[in-house]
């Protein structure tokens, strides 16, 4: 089955400072992939997505490149901001385009100090 | 606004004792879906639904059930709660087009004693 494995948190950073949250997967198709973000107390929001191999997603400063070769979707960002104190979910999909079933990673908590 | 809303929000309840978490959509859209979280184990998928009277399993579907009489409801149901249930629920909703992102409710908090 699919799986998606993250980093483990949780991540504290300073103000500034650069940002890699680690995702790869295991999938038997080509599945698309995410990053959502879920604020305190909010629902999840996608952040960001790549639907094929070599695609770069970004959004709010965040960038993630799609590495078939590696089977990866790392997270980054080149300086944190306190407002991206967060939990972050990789996820994938799969199903000829149709996004009902996202399958998600545990979440990475990020902590940004001013 | 396009939204999705849960309720109730906070949950207590004892064992065995049936209740139901609505949610609703006003976006049109086809797919709905649930999904649990719990700490260490990020989220999992209960049930989803393409459209109206399509259901189908997630990960964890044991001791829920869902229905789809309409388009912009997807009532999660709790038949006998078990302890075991005490978690952060989730509905989401998308469309066919910008399918690829799903839209997230605020959570239900259930805490089953």
């Known amino acids: 089955g699919n799986s998606v494995t993250q980093m483990e948190g949780p991540v504290t950073l300073s103000e500034e400072a650069f940002l890699t949250i680690n995702c790869t997967y295991t999938?038997?198709?080509?599945?698309?992939l995410f990053w959502y973000v879920q604020y305190p107390g909010e629902g999840l929001q996608l952040l960001l997505k790549?639907?094929?191999?070599?695609d770069k997603g970004s959004n709010k400063g965040f960038e993630a490149t799609y590495r078939k070769e590696t089977t990866s979707f790392h997270l980054e960002k080149g300086s944190v901001q306190v407002s991206d104190s967060a939990v972050y979910f990789c996820?994938?999909?799969?199903?000829?385009?149709?996004?009902?079933?996202?399958?998600f990673g545990k979440g990475t908590l990020l902590t940004v100090n001013p | 606004e396009a939204q999705v809303t849960q309720n109730p929000r906070y949950l207590i309840t004892v064992t065995g004792k049936k209740l139901t978490v609505t949610c609703s959509q006003n976006?049109?859209?086809?797919?709905m879906s649930w999904y649990r979280q719990d700490p260490g184990l990020g989220l999992r998928q209960i049930y989803y639904?393409?459209?109206?009277?399509?259901?189908d399993k997630g990960d964890v579907p044991e001791g829920y059930k869902v229905s789809r009489k309409e388009k912009r409801n997807f009532p999660l149901i709790l038949e006998s709660p078990s302890p075991n249930q005490t978690s952060l629920y989730f509905c989401?909703?998308?469309?066919?087009?910008?399918?690829?992102?799903?839209?997230f409710g605020p959570g239900t908090r259930l805490t089953v004693t």
């Open positions: 989401a909703s998308s469309g066919t087009s910008g399918f690829f992102k799903q839209y």
């Open positions: 999938a038997t198709g080509y599945p698309s």
């Open positions: 639904s393409m459209n109206v009277e399509v259901t």
């Open positions: 790549a639907t094929k191999a070599d």
């Open positions: 976006m049109n859209h086809e797919y």
């Open positions: 996820a994938l999909s799969e199903g000829g385009g149709s996004n009902y079933k996202l399958t």
